[in-house]
């Protein structure tokens, strides 16, 4: 059996430039590529923060080192310049792998600089007892 996975994550990143007239697609920094593992053409889910609407496109690589996120074609109407994203790309994998996966996934500030390399758990960790913000958020609902 195959399973659908989170493989690569790029959290909260700032749209740089909006083109409704270009090949439908997302422009990616590589070196935001190289830090979540993404590769050229593969497909991608870009979900809107602020307004919730998702598109799926593929991975066009801009140039390297100017934090670019471009949307292009029909990715445009997802959001305007300044808007945050997520970018996210998932893979298929066998049953008997999915303990050990791990996605990568890394934080963006708002000029799409990496502020922090988030250290999701495997699989086969994952469903232990929640604990955000340095809380158990199941304490006291019984």
């Known amino acids: 059996m195959q399973l659908k996975v989170l493989k690569s994550k790029l959290h909260l990143a700032a749209v740089t ?3 409704l007239y270009y090949h439908g697609s997302l422009t ?6 190289d830090a979540v593992g993404l590769l050229a053409y593969e497909s991608i889910l870009v ?9 799926e496109t593929y991975v066009l690589p801009g140039a390297r080192g100017t934090g670019c996120i471009e949307l292009n074609g029909a990715m445009a109407r997802l959001g305007a310049v300044g808007d945050r994203v997520i970018v996210m790309a998932f893979a ?9 996966h791990r996605p ?15 250290e999701y758990p495997s699989v086969a960790t994952a469903c232990e007892a929640p604990v955000h913000n340095g809380r158990d958020p199941w304490a006291g609902t019984e």
């Open 28 to 33: 990616i920094d590589p070196d935001l590529m």
């Open 92 to 100: 298929q994998i066998d049953a008997e792998e999915v303990d050990g």
């Open 17 to 19: 430039r909006s083109d």
């Open 47 to 55: 979900s809107n923060v602020a307004t919730g609407a998702r598109a």
């Open 104 to 118: 990568r996934v890394v934080a963006l500030d708002s000029k799409n600089r990496i502020v922090e390399r988030i």
